[in-house]
T-cell receptor
Framework: NAGVTQTPKFQVLKTGQSMTLQCAQD?????MSWYRQDPGMGLRLIHY???????DQGEVPNGYNVSRSTTEDFPLRLLSAAPSQTSVYFC????????????FGNGTRLTVT | GIQVEQSPPDLILQEGANSTLRCNFS?????LQWFHQNPWGQLINLFY???GTKQNGRLSATTVATERYSLLYISSSQTTDSGVYFC????????????FGAGTQVVVTP
């Protein structure tokens, strides 16, 4: 099993550009989520999904969109990048999001200039 | 939201030493997990431990849910234990929203 796979590993965007961070898992997990990690702020939940077709907002959802058309994939979209979105983004999954361990991908380091 | 406080914020250990990291939380939880972020940035799940005690090699964890704290024990520390240790909790009415503490930065010196 590859686990949770995130692409790309690094990305540089200009302000106003759009992009999609990809996340895929091969563990047949129902729950998937996106976090951002900033110095001094720890990890903060952006969006999460408890199954295909179901998404909900976390602590810091503004500026980000998600969808969950399949169990395996949970892409994160930045429609108009801002410098405040410079961060390291982590995707994670667990069997049910509640009674099982959370497994993280290796992260995407995004810089918005 | 729920408050998650980890202590100490920083810890320097000599190889072979033992240590205890603490996680206090402000409300009842039904999900608590410990993670290790290594110096390369990878986040590894150490324990899913909403209550009770678990052991995995040199690491063990205890959660006393009624008193709202969890402890992570590192015994005979090795340089590979360096990194940041995070505690994360989920409140009963916040299904799916795991909230992280600020972490404890651990440096193990040879």
């Amino acid at each position: 099993n590859a686990g949770v796979t995130q692409t790309p590993k690094f990305q540089v965007l200009k302000t106003g550009q759009s992009m999609t961070l990809q996340c895929a898992q091969d563990m047949n997990h129902e729950y998937m989520s996106w976090y951002r990690q900033d110095p001094g702020m720890g990890l903060r939940l952006i969006h999460y999904s408890v199954g295909a077709g179901i998404t909900d907002q976390g602590e810091v959802p503004n500026g980000y969109n998600v969808s969950r058309s399949t169990t395996e994939d949970f892409p994160l979209r930045l429609l108009s990048a801002a410098p405040s979105q410079t961060s390291v983004y982590f995707c994670a999954s667990s069997a049910d999001g509640h009674n099982s361990p959370l497994h993280f991908g290796n992260g995407t380091r995004l810089t918005v200039t | 939201g729920i408050q998650v406080e980890q202590s100490p914020p920083d810890l320097i250990l000599q190889e072979g030493a033992n240590s205890t990291l603490r996680c206090n939380f402000s409300d009842s939880v039904n999900n608590l997990q410990w993670f290790h972020q290594n110096p390369w940035g990878q986040l590894i799940n150490l324990f899913y431990i909403p209550s009770g005690t678990k052991q995995n090699g040199r690491l063990s964890a205890t959660t006393v849910a009624t008193e709202r704290y969890s402890l992570l024990y590192i015994s005979s520390s090795q340089t590979t234990d360096s990194g940041v240790y995070f505690c994360a909790v989920e409140r009963g009415d916040s299904w799916g929203k795991l909230q992280f503490g600020a972490g404890t930065q651990v440096v193990v010196t040879p």
